[in-house]
């Protein structure tokens, strides 16, 4: 029903910033709750971030006042803008979309994109 394509990852040292973007295909972007998720090797993937359609934000601990995630339902497209790097944010990230969102965790899912990798070294 959507489909989801990451770019924007990269190589870079620590404290550098980047922004994430998901393009989002389909017609009903607007009503899905939107995520990013992050898997690191040899560790699972975990939820870094969440938007509601209505905007309401969710962040994990570790990424709190660094990361913030944001819509532009006219262009149908999610960001992560993620400051302050770390080495241990090295991940693939991945962008989801949702049917359901409780309490910042998405459930149903719609479609997920393709990845992008994230390298914080220095």
């Known amino acids: 029903q959507v489909q989801l394509v990451e770019s924007g990852g990269g190589l870079v040292q620590p404290g550098a910033s980047l922004r994430l973007s998901c393009a989002a295909s389909?017609?009903?972007?607007?009503?899905?709750?939107m995520g990013w998720y992050r898997q690191a090797p040899g560790e699972q993937r975990e939820l870094v971030a969440s938007i509601t359609s209505g905007g309401v934000t969710n962040y994990e601990d570790s990424v709190k006042g660094r990361f913030i995630i944001s819509r532009d339902n006219a262009q149908k497209t999610i960001y992560l803008q993620m400051n302050s790097l770390k080495p241990e944010d090295t991940a693939v990230y991945y962008c989801a979309a949702a049917r359901t969102v409780v309490t910042g965790r998405l459930y149903n899912f719609a479609s997920w994109g393709q990845g992008t990798q994230v390298t914080v070294s220095s």
């Open positions: 389909g017609s009903r972007f607007s009503t899905y709750a």
